[in-house]
């Protein structure tokens, strides 16, 4: 029996794949459960919530930009 | 017709919420209320702040000598008031101004000799406070400016909410002010030193003036339990200032201390207008006068829209309908047309639209991804945003149905769930079981303890939460000492 500290991420399956993408430049995920849930390092989550902001970000179309 | 019949049931029946400040005033010992009763300004107001039926309950009894049995009383009851009659009881029982009795019903002496001295006049005990001797020198201030003053007051707090850290330099209210705003967490210091509405500081800015200035008066009534004031002293005075006549001077001589230092607070809030902080005299404003009544506590805001076209027609704008006027027209295309020059109303719109253009009397704007976004990040939530525009929708909006178009309301919900796409919950993943058997019997133990987030048979694992996390371990290793 093991116990391991992190931090359990609860997403919908498009976000978790942008994060599995991202866990292969800098890895960062301990144990990938299942469609919507990931564990990851406790230390890390902010750096990826960041990192997912400005992925997202990309997508969106901006009416102000124009 | 349907909507006449629905119209005259809510006149009948008016809704009534009990005050904010009667759950205050029912957490105080029998003792203070039994001070406070004392003085028949006080009482009147208390009166005041009641229900209906409370008032009528009370009616009936002040002038009996003696205690009555309590089922006379509810033998006026019909079956169906049962329970708003009981309701009454026990409010007034909380109070102690009726003590909760099943056999005889009657006053608290203290408030029913206090109350019938309101009424008749006479005594000498100056709880409604003493004019000043006229001053022929000076005039004294006439409604007018006490109403700009306290609007003006008013408004500095409020705006300078609006616009704390927005890059905008506002007049500061008084340290006091502020004091007062971050105790009550309407606004905090979370992003470095500077100032800023929080979550609850614009659901405050959505309130009626009204129930705003209770609101804060409340949060300084459990300040001033730690300063040590004499919380009957400072009750009494609001209550005093709320039965005064506005336009009229009164003496500070015969003020307490406490409520001589109290003068000092409630001219920062606009409550009370001196000429200078030294004066003898003071003249209650608008705000203070209506602290107990139904009547709006602000002048009729003469900067909305709604009452322009008023003042243009001739007619008095009277404040309770200019000051609720809507003026916000929101169309299907996102774009939000604002027919105001005030620039408090401007700044609270600036929280979640992006400014297009300013007129005079008009501010047109957008509701844009980036501009709700920025308000989400600052605490406001999506149904706060739809609850303000609904409450300002302009009259020709309200011909709309549903109020706002339905394209908006769930785009602006559609951007807040976009930020929460990710949930996280930090913990312990348990896994590697020895036997299935093994698995469950810790995983059960886990699920009474209610800390089991996420679990996976197949898997053999589950993921508890960091505060269970010693009691499940200490669970484990007592059963593999134990094995």
Known sequence: MRAIKGVLLTCDSAVKQILLTMNEKDPFV???????????KADEEYRVRRELEAELEKNTYSLEAN | MPVQSLQNTDVILPQHTPHPLLPFLQSQSQNTLTRLYQRPSSCLSIFRLL????????????????????????AWVMPEGKQAYDEALAVMAGLHIAPNSTVKLALNPTFKSSLRQAITGGGNTGSFGTPADKDYKRQSANIENLD????????????????????????K??????????????????????????????????HSPHDQLWNLLLQY???????QMDLVEV???????????????????PLSETQKAMLEDLRDYGLVWQRKAS????????????????????????????????????TVALSSGAAQQGFIVLETNYRIYAYTDNPLQTAVLNLFITMKYRFPNLVVGMLTRESVRKALSNGISAEQIISYLTTHAHPQMRKNNPLLPVTVQDQIRLWELERNRLKSAEGYLYKDFASQADYEYVLAYAKQLDVVLWESAIKRCFFGTLEGHSNVRGFIERRTGAA
């Open chain 2, 51 to 74: 229900g209906p039926i409370e008032r009528q309950l009370i009616m009936n009894l002040l002038w009996l000598e003696s205690a009555i049995p309590a089922a006379t009383m509810s």
């Open chain 2, 279 to 314: 004066s003898k005299r003071f003249s209650p404003t608008r705000l203070a006068t209506t602290l107990t009544s139904s009547s709006p506590p602000l002048p009729s805001s003469h900067s909305t829209g709604g009452s322009r076209a008023a003042d243009a027609t001739g």
């Open chain 2, 235 to 253: 009750l009494s005075f609001l209550f005093m200032l709320s039965t005064m006549d506005l336009g009229r001077e009164y003496s500070t001589e």
């Open chain 2, 173 to 206: 209210p008084s340290q006091g002010v502020l004091y007062l705003l971050q105790r009550s967490g309407l606004m905090n210091t979370a992003h470095g030193a500077i100032l800023q509405i929080t979550s609850s500081g614009f659901q405050f800015l959505l």
């Open chain 1, 30 to 40: 301990i144990e990938d459960l299942d469609d919507y849930h990931l564990v990851i």
């Open chain 2, 148 to 171: 700009a003053y306290a609007l003006e007051r008013w408004e500095t707090i409020l705006h300078y909410m609006v616009s704390s850290g927005q890059g905008q330099n506002p007049a």
């Open chain 2, 221 to 227: 009534l459990h300040m001033a339990e730690e300063r």
